[in-house]
């Protein structure tokens, strides 16, 4: 069993297509999530100290336990938590990927974008 993880926002919207994409992407059998509205924010600000402890620790479970093997950082359209326009949550993603690459050097980390019909993208 081959794993990858998911820090994705907790809108049902979401889910399957990002899951989807990594499977692929990754070539992985599973895809563990941790959500919270807006984390590309939550992680690029690093002012929740709570909050971005919480994704850490579960992040660290995927890793240490399942040996994931990829990490995504997702952002996506119409999100209530970040209503940010994409340009601004790339910024954000970026932010997060720095921030997460810190902790996880040896693990490859992507940013993801979901637009308005569900697509999702890889941000650059």
Not at 29 to 54: C, G, H, M, Q
Not at 105 to 118: A, N, Q
Request: net charge negative.
């Amino acid at each position: 069993m081959r794993f990858c993880t998911v820090i994705n926002c907790m809108d049902g919207r979401v889910q399957i297509p990002v899951i989807s994409y990594l499977r692929n992407r990754f070539n992985v059998d599973y895809v563990d999530s941790i959500t919270e509205p807006a984390p590309n924010l939550i992680l690029s600000e690093n002012n929740n100290k709570a909050l971005v402890e919480s994704i850490l620790a579960r992040l660290k479970i995927s890793i240490e336990s399942h040996q994931s093997i990829g990490v995504a950082i997702a952002g996506h359209y119409d999100c209530a938590g970040n209503p940010a326009p994409k340009e601004e949550q790339a910024i954000h993603i970026k932010k997060a990927i720095e921030f997460l690459r810190q902790r996880y050097r040896e693990i490859e980390i992507i940013g993801l974008w979901v637009d308005e019909s569900w697509k999702v993208c890889e941000i650059i």
